[in-house]
C-alpha cells in the first residue's frame, strides 16, 4: 500500500510544522520518519493518518486521494507512544475492539484475536488487564489492536519512547521480525538514529519542517546529504578542515605519513571494548588547534601504547565519509 505525500504544508499559527514537504512511501516497506525534536515529523505522521489536516498539499493511499478523507476512512493502524489502551478491558478484549464495532462475527473475532496474540507472543496473558503487564507487552498489545483490523498502513508514533533502552532493543528486533510476516506498509516516527538505522529499509530524515534526505540506512550513514544528515546519523568530529566520524581516523605513533597532523592525546576513556581519545591537534602557528574524538578497538589502542600525553599523528581512513564542514545539531 504506497503512500504518495505530495507539496504538504503545515502551520500552527506562526510556527511552520512542514514546509512544502513531498515524500513517497513504496508498499510493504518500513519507512522511518527520523529527526530532532520539533521537526515535524510526528505532524507528517498525524496527516497520513487524518488526525491533523494539511493547510496545503496532498496525500494518497494506493492511488486514492485520501487528503479529505477522515481518519476512519483511511483504513490506517495507528500505535502512540503511551498505548492509549482501555484500562478496564482485558488483553483479548482490547485486540478485538476494532473488530467488535465492525460487528464482524463472534468466531471470526474469537479466530483474529487468537490468531494475533500468538503473533505478538501475548496467547498465555488474554484474560489479564493492561495494568498486569510490562510496558513491552502492553506495546505489543496495542500493536495487536491495531493489526486486528487489518489496516492497509500501519503508522507508529515513537512506539518505544516510553520504554527502557533494554526493552527498547528488545522491541525493535520484533518489530523487524514482525513486520517480515505481516509485510504490511509501516511508518515509524522516532528520534533515535540506532533505532531507526536497524529496523527501516528506508529513512525520511526530516529537520525545521523539511526533507533533508531520504534513502537506506547505508545510503544516509555512508553518503549524507549534508552535514545536519551525517552529524545526525551518528557521531562526528573534525580533522583539520574535513568534518568525519570519530572511527574513520587512523592513528600512528609515529611520523612520516604523508598529510597526517600532529596532536597529543589529552584523554584516554575506556568504555566496553572501545577507547575513546581526546587529541589536541597542532595549530597552524604552532600554537593549540582542535580537540579531535577518535574511537580505538582496545586491542588496537594497546598496541599503539597509548597514554595520556602520547604524541600521535592523524589521518582520515581510506574510504572515510567526510564532508568539508560540519553543521551542528
Given at each position: 500500500?504506497?503512500?504518495?505525500?505530495?507539496?504538504?504544508?503545515?502551520?500552527?499559527?506562526?510556527?511552520?510544522?512542514?514546509?512544502?514537504?513531498?515524500?513517497?512511501?513504496?508498499?510493504?516497506?518500513?519507512?522511518?520518519?527520523?529527526?530532532?525534536?520539533?521537526?515535524?515529523?510526528?505532524?507528517?505522521?498525524?496527516?497520513?493518518?487524518?488526525?491533523?489536516?494539511?493547510?496545503?498539499?496532498?496525500?494518497?493511499?494506493?492511488?486514492?486521494?485520501?487528503?479529505?478523507?477522515?481518519?476512519?476512512?483511511?483504513?490506517?493502524?495507528?500505535?502512540?507512544?503511551?498505548?492509549?489502551?482501555?484500562?478496564?478491558?482485558?488483553?483479548?478484549?482490547?485486540?478485538?475492539?476494532?473488530?467488535?464495532?465492525?460487528?464482524?462475527?463472534?468466531?471470526?473475532?474469537?479466530?483474529?484475536?487468537?490468531?494475533?496474540?500468538?503473533?505478538?507472543?501475548?496467547?498465555?496473558?488474554?484474560?489479564?488487564?493492561?495494568?498486569?503487564?510490562?510496558?513491552?507487552?502492553?506495546?505489543?498489545?496495542?500493536?495487536?489492536?491495531?493489526?486486528?483490523?487489518?489496516?492497509?498502513?500501519?503508522?507508529?508514533?515513537?512506539?518505544?519512547?516510553?520504554?527502557?533502552?533494554?526493552?527498547?532493543?528488545?522491541?525493535?528486533?520484533?518489530?523487524?521480525?514482525?513486520h517480515d510476516e505481516v509485510h504490511v506498509t509501516t511508518v515509524f516516527v522516532t528520534h533515535d538514529q540506532e533505532e531507526a538505522l536497524e529496523?527501516?529499509?528506508?529513512?525520511?530524515?526530516?529537520?525545521?519542517?523539511?526533507?533533508?534526505?531520504?534513502?537506506?540506512?547505508?545510503?544516509?550513514?555512508?553518503?549524507?546529504?549534508?552535514?545536519?544528515?551525517?552529524?545526525?546519523?551518528?557521531?562526528?568530529?573534525?580533522?583539520?578542515?574535513?568534518?568525519?566520524?570519530?572511527?574513520?581516523?587512523?592513528?600512528?605513533?609515529?611520523?612520516?605519513?604523508?598529510?597526517?597532523?600532529?596532536?597529543?592525546?589529552?584523554?584516554?576513556?575506556?568504555?566496553?571494548?572501545?577507547?575513546?581519545?581526546?587529541?589536541?591537534?597542532?595549530?597552524?602557528?604552532?600554537?593549540?588547534?582542535?580537540?579531535?574524538?577518535?574511537?580505538?578497538?582496545?586491542?588496537?589502542?594497546?598496541?599503539?601504547?597509548?597514554?595520556?600525553?602520547?604524541?600521535?599523528?592523524?589521518?582520515?581512513?581510506?574510504?572515510?565519509?567526510?564532508?568539508?564542514?560540519?553543521?551542528?545539531?
Amino acid at each position: 500500500m504506497s503512500i504518495d505525500v505530495k507539496n504538504v504544508t503545515k502551520k500552527f499559527g506562526d510556527f511552520v510544522a512542514l514546509d512544502d514537504v513531498s515524500v513517497s512511501l513504496p508498499t510493504g516497506q518500513l519507512t522511518a520518519l527520523l529527526g530532532p525534536s520539533g521537526g515535524g515529523k510526528s505532524t507528517l505522521l498525524r496527516i497520513i493518518a487524518g488526525l491533523d489536516a494539511a493547510d496545503t498539499g496532498s496525500i494518497s493511499i494506493e492511488g486514492t486521494d485520501a487528503t479529505r478523507l477522515p481518519a476512519q476512512k483511511r483504513n490506517v493502524g495507528f500505535v502512540f507512544q503511551h498505548y492509549a489502551v482501555f484500562k478496564h478491558m482485558t488483553v483479548a478484549k482490547n485486540v478485538a475492539f476494532g473488530l467488535e464495532i465492525r460487528k464482524r462475527p463472534k468466531a471470526e473475532i474469537e479466530h483474529r484475536v487468537e490468531e494475533l496474540l500468538q503473533l505478538v507472543h501475548l496467547s498465555q496473558f488474554s484474560h489479564r488487564l493492561p495494568s498486569q503487564l510490562s510496558g513491552g507487552q502492553r506495546q505489543r498489545m496495542a500493536l495487536a489492536r491495531a493489526l486486528a483490523v487489518e489496516p492497509k498502513v500501519l503508522l507508529l508514533d515513537e512506539p518505544f519512547g516510553a520504554l527502557d533502552a533494554k526493552v527498547r532493543k528488545e522491541l525493535r528486533d520484533w518489530l523487524r521480525r514482525l513486520h517480515d510476516e505481516v509485510h504490511v506498509t509501516t511508518v515509524f516516527v522516532t528520534h533515535d538514529q540506532e533505532e531507526a538505522l536497524e529496523v527501516a529499509d528506508e529513512i525520511v530524515v526530516i529537520n525545521e519542517g523539511r526533507v533533508e534526505q531520504i534513502g537506506t540506512p547505508d545510503q544516509l550513514y555512508d553518503e549524507p546529504a549534508n552535514g545536519f544528515v551525517m552529524s545526525f546519523l551518528g557521531e562526528v568530529t573534525r580533522l583539520g578542515d574535513i568534518s568525519l566520524r570519530p572511527h574513520d581516523i587512523e592513528v600512528s605513533a609515529t611520523p612520516g605519513i604523508a598529510g597526517a597532523i600532529a596532536g597529543r592525546v589529552t584523554r584516554v576513556l575506556r568504555v566496553g571494548f572501545e577507547v575513546r581519545l581526546a587529541v589536541v591537534t597542532a595549530g597552524a602557528t604552532g600554537g593549540t588547534g582542535d580537540e579531535v574524538t577518535v574511537v580505538l578497538t582496545r586491542t588496537h589502542a594497546r598496541q599503539l601504547g597509548l597514554v595520556e600525553g602520547s604524541q600521535v599523528w592523524l589521518t582520515a581512513a581510506t574510504g572515510a565519509t567526510l564532508v568539508p564542514t560540519m553543521v551542528a545539531v
